[in-house]
């Protein structure tokens, strides 16, 4: 017979499968078989074996297939393709892309000497130079009513309607990455990878066949921090032109990113939340950037896990002896506070869903922790708690009595804060201040809130009650979103919080070795283990 595999273990099990599995799906990303034999005729050779003549020609134009004119903007006569380069130009902007339109970029690598309209080698790709995204909203003192320097500029542009921040409007994309393959790679007709097919331009070179210099357009590289917005009096814009070489596994690897990209727009995520994930692949080194995958994969596992037991845990739970009920509260409250405000700061969705998951539990957890039961009459919903036992009350003591010394500290402090925002600091609206002063009082002072357990943990002298699993999961994930907090773009406070609670988790763990579990204490269910006989030497002490 085989044994009962438990949820968590098939868990592991399957984590482990897709981490293998992407692993080698990653290898044959990078490795790509050559052609051993040269003169076998399914071989093709490529053309920079030669050591042509080169050009590098860029024109604008309004439509991506040039049909209304082209304007040349830069080439690079002698272009060597080993040297790497970086150009400023002022592109002039068409009239219709000063309206709210777009403008194309059509990079041609072809024989030196020689027009690329009529080069038969010549290869070519297009990208776009404008993007469409909605505006920044503009941030204002709410005391004076003075406005940022950008408002300012902003005010200039002619009027487009009431709507006109919600619209999105055309921007300026200032960097314009190119790479070419540089190494000779023969490649084998038969194992052609299909990522590289749509680059690969081949021609009949006597017997040979022989593919044209791999181009490359970096579309990762465009980042929301260099849009410039158009308005009807930008006519000219910088515009920096990047090149350098590429390796055939990177290009492979590039050409995956980028087509993933894309596919999470068309899922509906947004220029932002695209720009989050580009920043995580370009500015990141790819050694950093392949322990950075296998840190998500675990961060990813010890979250379900943690959600997996924390729920489990609170789903059996039928006596808050030991728990502090303020603790919990404050937990609910400041995970939705924290997830309003990185809503209204636009934050990647890889921070906002969890946070938004999350908040969700912990409202679940307050509605256990005060046994709390809704009974609806009609439209009007009734709130039920129910009553509490002897040691539940006597937690609620030692809960009310450590609030009341954080709350001389803890009050005066966030008021303070919130009134030195508001005179000194610029923000969208009343709402936005509302927000972010609850949010630094959680992110600045929200650990004090942790410490009603810890008081409880001491007054009882015993963690037995706390709910172990899901606390190690989420230590070891609090140590990896301290990894993260370097990675992904989100705010400071939100990153400065990641190190603030390792302290707690720390506390936690030392009380846990201080107060070894006692099985004649209280369990986390309000059992005990052990509850007709007590050894001697082992009865508990407050």
């Not at 009431?162 to 490649?187: C, G, K, Q, Y």
């Not at 606390?471 to 907090?485: H, L, S």
Request: proline residues 5%; glycine residues 4%.
């Amino acid at each position: 017979m085989f044994q009962k595999i438990s949820f968590t273990a098939l868990i592991v099990g399957v984590f482990v499968v897709y981490v293998s599995h992407t692993c080698w799906v990653m290898y044959g990303i990078v490795y790509t078989k050559p052609c051993e034999n040269p003169k076998f005729e399914n071989c093709i050779n490529p053309y920079l074996a030669g050591k042509p003549r080169l050009q590098l020609s860029i024109y604008t134009a309004l439509r991506p297939n040039a049909d209304g004119g082209q304007t040349l903007i830069h080439k690079e006569e002698d272009f060597d393709v080993e040297t790497k380069f970086e150009r400023i130009v002022n592109v002039s902007l068409p009239k219709k892309t000063r309206k709210n339109g777009t403008l194309y970029a059509m990079v041609f690598v072809h024989q030196a000497g020689m027009s690329p309209w009529q080069d038969p080698r010549q290869v070519h790709l297009v990208s776009q130079l404008t993007s469409y995204m909605i505006p920044k909203p503009p941030e204002v003192s709410l005391i004076s009513g003075e406005e940022a320097p950008q408002v300012e500029q902003q005010k200039q542009k002619p009027k487009r309607g009431d709507s006109a921040v919600d619209r999105p409007v055309s921007h300026w994309r200032s960097r314009l990455t190119l790479n070419v393959v540089s190494e000779d790679f023969i490649f084998d007709r038969d194992f052609l990878p299909s990522d590289v097919h749509r680059y690969l331009r081949v021609f009949q070179n006597g017997k040979k066949k022989m593919y044209l210099p791999l181009l490359f357009v970096d579309e990762l590289s465009n980042r929301v921090k260099d849009l410039l917005e158009i308005n009807s009096t930008s006519t000219e814009l910088p515009l920096t032109i990047s090149y350098d070489t590429i390796s055939l596994g990177k290009l492979r690897f590039w050409i995956h990113m980028q087509d993933a990209v894309y596919s999470l727009q068309q899922f509906g995520f947004t220029e932002k939340d695209a720009d989050e994930i580009k920043g995580i692949f370009v500015e990141t080194n790819l050694y950093f950037l392949a322990l950075t995958f296998f840190v998500a994969a675990f961060h990813l596992l010890f979250d379900f896990l943690a959600f997996k037991h924390d729920i489990s845990f609170w789903k059996q739970k039928k006596s808050m002896v030991g728990m502090s009920s303020k603790a919990v509260l404050w937990r609910c409250f400041s995970t939705i506070v924290i997830f309003m405000y990185l809503f209204d700061e636009q934050t990647s969705l890889l921070v906002l869903i969890p946070a938004g998951v999350g908040s969700i539990i912990e409202v679940w957890k307050v509605k256990k922790a005060f046994k709390m039961q809704i009974v609806w009459k009609g439209v009007k919903p009734t709130f039920i708690f129910g009553k509490s036992d002897e040691s539940e009350r006597r937690t609620v003591e030692y809960d009310a009595l450590a609030m009341k010394y954080l709350s001389y500290l803890l009050y005066p402090m966030c008021i303070g804060g919130a009134v030195y925002a508001l005179v000194f600091l610029r923000y969208k609206s009343w709402y936005s201040w509302i927000v972010n002063s609850l949010v630094n009082g959680v992110y600045a002072f929200g650990f004090l809130f942790m410490l009603p357990q810890l008081f409880v943990n001491y007054k009882f002298k015993s963690v037995a009650h706390l709910p172990w699993k899901a606390f190690m999961y989420k230590a070891f994930n609090t140590f990896i979103d301290d990894i993260f907090a370097f990675i992904i773009t989100m705010p400071t406070s939100h990153r400065l919080a990641c190190f603030r609670d390792d302290v707690v988790f720390l506390v936690y763990l030392y009380q846990r070795w201080l107060y070894p579990v006692d099985k004649t204490r209280m369990n986390e269910y309000g059992l005990s283990y052990d509850e007709e006989e007590i050894p001697e030497g082992k009865a508990h002490k407050d």
